[in-house]
Each structure stands twice: as structure tokens, then as C-alpha cells.
């Protein structure tokens, strides 16, 4: 009995203290349950960050959206893809598109040399842009838009500009299969994109053969695998005419020049291109025609090729011939509205290795009236990173019995740089 009456008390004792170690854990249990719902209090009692009504969803992340653009891009104005960032939305309707709007921006800043007419200095040349791209599918195709602003000044000994220029804005939509909408100023729609000046020429110095202008318009365009066609209106080239006029002041009336600008035409101009961009071989033609109600039509007609000698190797050219217009004026322009011109420049783009490539070109400018222009140049790059790169060149341009700054010279141009260029915004 008494064996008995010890295992009865040990067995309520280990009850007991089981009870005891039970009530423990509950009431640790409860204190973290407590603990965790005034946390639930706190962060609910936080502001909370707004979303635009009716969407779930707004991310950012670095580099740039993926836009497809219906021909190549200018080589001084290629955006990398890791630079900036991209704000996107993603509507609380699931079977809804995300709409995207990418922002980088990009400062040039070079030493220049310059020599021209007797005249030579070395000064700071800068350029600011900023760039916001963006794009949205609807349920009647893509909408998208790019805008570029930008500013510079200096390199010629004068100051830097403080005044902002809308360089490029326009708008696209892509309305059915390979079928796009483009309005706005962008590129003449006429511009040899496998030309120097379009193709290689990054450096802040003169350039040489044809060249291409903004300009206004509406342009449509067919793409279909690696073909792309195109029409556009656009806003004609202006005569530009300087008269003088009397002015009533103190102490008395004095003569004065001022520079008026004269529409050639009511209507505007026609502009067009055949594009194929494929793997090692790209090919362009290009036609332009605009009425003049000062003399005879102008007209242009060009062409050119971009060939892939091998990996980062490309040799590339272009030429063009017309009258009057000045859609692919460079270092020299019409002079009058018959004037006859050809321009054609030539050239090699190749890395040397991932980091450095080199561009090395040629172009011509031959005008009836305005003269003549021979331009050489080159330069080398070094890029670490994407978003930061190196130069450094030189451009040479010999002129005969050429019009420039409504003079004529037979002197020449030389140009050494060493530039900067960060194109950045990087968001990590």
C-alpha cells in the first residue's frame, strides 16, 4: 500500500507540473499573438502609397523598355539599354496590357580645338538632353511617344545656353499588322540612314556629306520581317531672305537688316523610302519632291548600304542627288532655289575590342552655287560601361570657292576633340 500511495502522488505531481508548463506556453502564445496584431495596427495606421484608380500594380526598375522602332535608330542618338529607368503600370484588369515610360538622360562635355578662317581657339563644348520614351497597348494597337529635350552651347568660345530646346517629340500607332501612324518632328522621313552623318558620327565636330534635318510630319509606314516602306507629308523648306527696313528712334530713324523666313510652297512636301535591315546587309532608297512657286520643283533622290565585313566591323555608305532642297544640307546649302547639289560620304565602324571601337570617314558636298566640301575625320571610343564613354578625333573639312556664314571661302576646317559622354540615370 504504501508503494502504492508514492506512485498516486508522483503521477499528480507530474500532472501538476505539466498543467504548470501548459499554462506557460498558452500565455507566451498569447503574448505573441498580442504582439503581432499591434504590429498588424501599426503598419495599417502607416499612409499608404497611391495607386492611379483602377490599376494593381506600379514597379520601377533600371534600363530602358523594349521599343521597336520601323528603322534604325541614329547612331549619336542610341539610348543603352541598362541607362535610366522604367516606370511600369500593370491595370487591375488581368487581361489588360502594362503601360510603360522609360526616362534617361545624357551629358556631352568636350574639349574642342577649332581652326578656321585665321581664327583658332580651344573652349568647352556642352550638350544636355533628356529623353522620355514610352508605350501602351490598347484594344486598338500600340500607342507610344518619345520626347527629347535639349541644351548646349560653348566650344567656339561662347557661353553655354540656358534656353531649352524640344529637339524631337512624337507620337506613333501601330493600327493594324506592320501598319504605323507616326506624327510629330522626328527625322526627315528622306534621311540615308547608312550616311556618316546618320550612321557613324558621334563627335561634337563638324560633319561631312549629306546630312538630315527634324522636321515636321505625319508619316505611314509598312513593315513586314526585315522590309520596311514609307510615305510622308512634311513640312517644306523655307526661303530665307534678309531685308532691310527704316526704324523711327532718337535721335533719329536708323536702317535695319532683319531675317524673314518665306514659305516655298502652300502644300507640303513629299518624302518617302524602301528600307531592308537584315542580318550583315542593310539597303535604302530614298526619294523627295516639293513644289516651289519660285521656280522649278525641288526633287532628291539618294541611296545607300550598310555592309557587315564581320562581327563589330561595318563598312557603310550613301549618296545623294537633288535640286533646291536643303533637307540634306551639312556643311554647305543651297543658295538658290535651282540650285543642283550631289553629296556621298563613306565610311568603316569596328570595334577593336568589346570596350573600344573606332569610326573613321569620308564625304563630300558638291553644289552648283554654294561650292564645294571635302571632309575627312575619325575617332576612337572607349566605353567601360554602357553608360560612360571616352573620345577623342579630329575632323577635317577643305572648302572650295564654297558659301559659309554667307561668305566665300577657300579655307578649311580643323576640329580636335576630347569628349565625355554620360549617358545615365542609372537605377539600381
Avoid at 89 to 110: C, H, K, M
Avoid at 136 to 145: F, S
Avoid at 281 to 309: E, N, P, R
Avoid at 376 to 396: C, K, Q
Amino acid at each position: 500500500m504504501k508503494g502504492l500511495s508514492r506512485l498516486l502522488l508522483g503521477s499528480a505531481a507530474l500532472v501538476w507540473v505539466a498543467g504548470l508548463a501548459r499554462a506557460d506556453e498558452l500565455s507566451s502564445l498569447k503574448a505573441e499573438i498580442e504582439s503581432l496584431q499591434s504590429r498588424i495596427s501599426r503598419l495599417e495606421a502607416q499612409p499608404q502609397a497611391s495607386v492611379p484608380a483602377g490599376y494593381s500594380l506600379l514597379s520601377i526598375r533600371g534600363g530602358q523598355t523594349y521599343i521597336e522602332y520601323s528603322r534604325p535608330g541614329k547612331k549619336d542618338d542610341v539610348i543603352p539599354e541598362d541607362s535610366g529607368f522604367t516606370l511600369s503600370v500593370v491595370p487591375a484588369a488581368d487581361a489588360a496590357p502594362t503601360a510603360e515610360v522609360s526616362v534617361s538622360a545624357e551629358l556631352r562635355t568636350a574639349l574642342l580645338y577649332t581652326d578656321f578662317e585665321n581664327d583658332d581657339n580651344a573652349d568647352i563644348a556642352l550638350r544636355a538632353r533628356l529623353v522620355v520614351q514610352g508605350k501602351t497597348d490598347t484594344a486598338v494597337g500600340e500607342v507610344g511617344g518619345y520626347f527629347r529635350l535639349k541644351a548646349e552651347g560653348g566650344g567656339d568660345l561662347s557661353d553655354y545656353s540656358e534656353e531649352i530646346e524640344m529637339q524631337r517629340a512624337f507620337g506613333w500607332w501601330k493600327f493594324a499588322p506592320n501598319w504605323q501612324l507616326l506624327a510629330g518632328q522626328e527625322d526627315a522621313t528622306a534621311t540615308l540612314v547608312t550616311s556618316w552623318d546618320f550612321y557613324a558620327a558621334t563627335a561634337p565636330t563638324r560633319s561631312f556629306g549629306p546630312s538630315d534635318a527634324y522636321n515636321e510630319q505625319m508619316r505611314l509606314t509598312y513593315t513586314r520581317d526585315a522590309w520596311s516602306f514609307a510615305l510622308a507629308l512634311e513640312d517644306p523648306d523655307y526661303d530665307t531672305d534678309t531685308v532691310t527696313f527704316l526704324v523711327l528712334s532718337e535721335p533719329g530713324p536708323v536702317l535695319t537688316e532683319q531675317t524673314e523666313n518665306d514659305a516655298k510652297n502652300d502644300i507640303p512636301s513629299v518624302q518617302g523610302y524602301a528600307l531592308y535591315s537584315g542580318d550583315g546587309f542593310t539597303g535604302q532608297v530614298v526619294g523627295l519632291w516639293q513644289s516651289d512657286k519660285d521656280g522649278a520643283d525641288d526633287w532628291a533622290a539618294g541611296g545607300g548600304v550598310v555592309i557587315g565585313l564581320g562581327e563589330g566591323f561595318d563598312l557603310f555608305g550613301a549618296a545623294v542627288i537633288g535640286e533646291g532642297t536643303s533637307v540634306y544640307a551639312n556643311n554647305l546649302a543651297p543658295l538658290s532655289t535651282d540650285d543642283e547639289f550631289w553629296a556621298g560620304s563613306a565610311g568603316i565602324l569596328a570595334s577593336l575590342t568589346e570596350e573600344t571601337r573606332i569610326e573613321l570617314g569620308i564625304g563630300y558636298e558638291d553644289y552648283e552655287e554654294a561650292g564645294e566640301a571635302l571632309g575627312v575625320g575619325g575617332g576612337i571610343y572607349w566605353s567601360p560601361v554602357a553608360i560612360v564613354t571616352l573620345g577623342a578625333g579630329v575632323t577635317y573639312v577643305d572648302f572650295n570657292d564654297a558659301f559659309v556664314n554667307d561668305e566665300p571661302t577657300d579655307d578649311n576646317s580643323l576640329q580636335v576633340f576630347f569628349g565625355v559622354w554620360l549617358k545615365g540615370l542609372k537605377y539600381q
